[in-house]
C-alpha cells in the first residue's frame, strides 16, 4: 500500500494542474479570447472549479490528512511535507463547508462579470455593470455566510488572499499610513516639477521592443516569458517557464514601463518558485500581499530609482529622441516622481498610491457588512476620493468602474496592493544588508545578485510559510509601516529637489 504522504502529494499535484489549467484559461479571456465568448468561459471556469472542488472535499483527501496529521510532531516544521499538511488541512475544512454549486457559481459570475466590466468601461456607464456586480457580490455573501456567519465577516474575504491576516491588523496599519500621507500628499501637490515631455509622440511600434528589452535586462531563463495586451495589466503562470505578463500601452505616454516593471516583479517570483514542488499547493507563492511585494520592489525600488535611470535612460532616450534628447537623467527621474493626486490607481505615484487602496480597502467592508448600497458605489467612490486625495471623479470609467477585481468578485484582494508596498521596503532593506550596495549594483545594470537573493530568500521557501511567519524569517520581523513611511519622505524630499 502506498504511504499516505505520498499519496497525498499526488493528489496535490493533480490539483495543481487543474489551477494551472485555469489559469490559462483566464489568461487567455483577457488576452486573445473574444468578447462573444465569455458564457462559453463562464462554463470552462465553472467546470474547472467544480472539478477542484470535488477533488479537495473527497473523503479520501480527509482520510490522508487525518491519518498525516498525527505525524507531523515528527516532520521537520521548515520542510515543504509540514507545510503541505498544514495547507491542505486549512483548504480542505474550508472548501467541506462550501456547496459545489457556490463554486461552480462563483466561477460563472466572474467570467461573465469580467466581459461586462470590459463594455461598461468603455461606456463609462455604472449601471451597465451593476447587475454583474450584484451576481458576484450575492455570491460572496453566500460565501460568508457558508464559512463564518459571525464575527467580522470581511474576514473571510481577506484569509483568501492574505492567509491568517485579519481585518483590524489591516485597518490599524491603514490608519497609520493615512494619517502620515494625507499631510504628506498636501505637501507634494504644491511643488512644481514639469513633467511636461512624459505625455507626447510615444509609438508604440517603439515601445513594444522597450518592454521586452526591461525584463531582459532585469533577467529571466531564455524562451520563458511573453508579453500581451490587455486592458488592465496582470501577471499569470502555468509553471516555472511559462510566464505571461501583460501590459497596456498608450502611444501618448510611457505608462507602459512601469506596469511591465511591476508584472516582472509578479513573473519573476513564478519563475523562481521552488522546483522540486512545482504545481502543488506548496509551491505556490506565500500570499498575494507577498506576491504584491515583489512587484512594487521591481517597479518602485529599482523601476524609479535614480541608479536605475542612471543606467537605463540613454536606451529610452535613444528610442523617443522626439521627446527626450534635451531631457537629461535628473529632469527625467524628477518627473517620473512627481507627486500629484490622480484619479487612476495604476498611474498613481508611490506618495498617492497608498490612498488609493486604502479608500477600496474601505468601500468593500461597507459593501459585505451592507453599509453602502451597490448602486450608490460611485457616489461613495467620488466622496472619498475627494476627502482623501483632494480630486473630483468626472464619470465612472475614472472612478468606480477603473479597476477589473470588482467584476470577477476579488472582494478582499485590494488591501494586498499597499501591504506588499509596505512589505517591499522591508525586504528591500534586509537585501540591502545582505548584498551591500544596491544603488552601485542598479547603476552598473547588475541585477543578478537582488534576483538570486530574492529568490534564496523569499521564492525559494513557496508557501510552506504562512505570510506573516515568512516575513519574520526574511526580515526578522512582521509587517511594520514605519519602515515604508521613512522611505517615501526621504525619497520624495530628493525627488522634488532633483
Known amino acids: 500500500m502506498a504511504d499516505a504522504l505520498d499519496t497525498l502529494k499526488a493528489r496535490a499535484r493533480d490539483l495543481g494542474q487543474l489551477t494551472q489549467l485555469g489559469t490559462i484559461l483566464v489568461w487567455d479571456q483577457r488576452t486573445q479570447m473574444p468578447p462573444a465568448g465569455a458564457p462559453g468561459r463562464g462554463e470552462h471556469m465553472a467546470f474547472i472549479q467544480r472539478l477542484a472542488h470535488e477533488f479537495l472535499v473527497d473523503p479520501e483527501m480527509g482520510r490522508l490528512l487525518d491519518e498525516l496529521e498525527p505525524r ?23 472548501e467541506t463547508k462550501v456547496p459545489v454549486e457556490l463554486r461552480a457559481e462563483m466561477a460563472r459570475a466572474a467570467a461573465e462579470g469580467n466581459a461586462v466590466w470590459l463594455k461598461a468601461k468603455a461606456a463609462s ?4 455593470f451593476l447587475p454583474a456586480l450584484e451576481r458576484n457580490i450575492e455570491t460572496r455573501h453566500r460565501y460568508v455566510e457558508a464559512l463564518a456567519p459571525e464575527g467580522e465577516l470581511y474576514d473571510v474575504l481577506l484569509d483568501d488572499f492574505e492567509p491568517d491576516t485579519k481585518t483590524e491588523d489591516v ?3 491603514f490608519a497609520e499610513i493615512r494619517d502620515e500621507l494625507i499631510p504628506l500628499i498636501a505637501e507634494l501637490r504644491e511643488r512644481e516639477i514639469d513633467d511636461s515631455f512624459l505625455t507626447g509622440n510615444y509609438p ?9 528589452d526591461v525584463i531582459d535586462t532585469f533577467g529571466h531563463r531564455p524562451d520563458s516569458w511573453r508579453i500581451d495586451p490587455t486592458e488592465h495589466p496582470f501577471a499569470a503562470s502555468a509553471g516555472r517557464d511559462d510566464i505571461r505578463i501583460t501590459t497596456h500601452w498608450y502611444p501618448t505616454n510611457l505608462d507602459s514601463l512601469f506596469s511591465t516593471m511591476h508584472e516582472y516583479g509578479h513573473g519573476l517570483y513564478q519563475h523562481q518558485l521552488p522546483a522540486d514542488v512545482e504545481g502543488t499547493p506548496v509551491g505556490g507563492p506565500a500570499s498575494l500581499g507577498i506576491h504584491e511585494s515583489q512587484s512594487r520592489l521591481w517597479e518602485n525600488l529599482v523601476g524609479r530609482s535614480l541608479p536605475f535611470w542612471r543606467f ?13 534628447a534635451d531631457v537629461d537623467v535628473d529632469q527625467f527621474y524628477a518627473a517620473v516622481n512627481k507627486s500629484q493626486p490622480s484619479l487612476i490607481r495604476i498611474e498613481a505615484d508611490e506618495v498617492t498610491y497608498g490612498m488609493h487602496v486604502i479608500l477600496r480597502f474601505e468601500l468593500e467592508q461597507d459593501i459585505i457588512n451592507g453599509r453602502v448600497a451597490l448602486r450608490d458605489l460611485p457616489d461613495a467612490w467620488g466622496q472619498k476620493m475627494h476627502d482623501y486625495l483632494g480630486v473630483d471623479v468626472p464619470d465612472d470609467a475614472h472612478g468606480v468602474l ?4 470588482w467584476s470577477t468578485g476579488l472582494i478582499g484582494y485590494f488591501s494586498t496592493y499597499l501591504l506588499g508596498t509596505v512589505m517591499s521596503v522591508q525586504i528591500w532593506e534586509k537585501m540591502q544588508e545582505d548584498v551591500g550596495d544596491l544603488d552601485e549594483l542598479m547603476e552598473r545594470g547588475e541585477f543578478t545578485p537582488l534576483r538570486e537573493w530574492l529568490g534564496a530568500n523569499v521564492h525559494a521557501h513557496g508557501r510552506k510559510y504562512p505570510p506573516q511567519e515568512l516575513m519574520q524569517k526574511v526580515v526578522g520581523g512582521g509587517i511594520d509601516a514605519k519602515p515604508y513611511l521613512a522611505y517615501l519622505k526621504r525619497k520624495f524630499g530628493a525627488a522634488v529637489a532633483a
Do not use: C, N
Open 204 to 212: 508604440t511600434d517603439r515601445q513594444i521592443p522597450l518592454l521586452q
Open 402 to 405: 477603473q479597476d477589473m477585481h
Open 72 to 94: 507531523m510532531s515528527s516532520l521537520d516544521p521548515d520542510g515543504f511535507d509540514y507545510g503541505l499538511i498544514r495547507l491542505l488541512r486549512k483548504a480542505y475544512d474550508k
Open 125 to 128: 456607464d455604472f449601471q451597465l
Open 171 to 173: 485597518t490599524r496599519i
Open 312 to 324: 537605463y535612460y540613454p536606451r529610452v532616450q535613444e528610442r523617443f529622441p522626439e521627446m527626450l
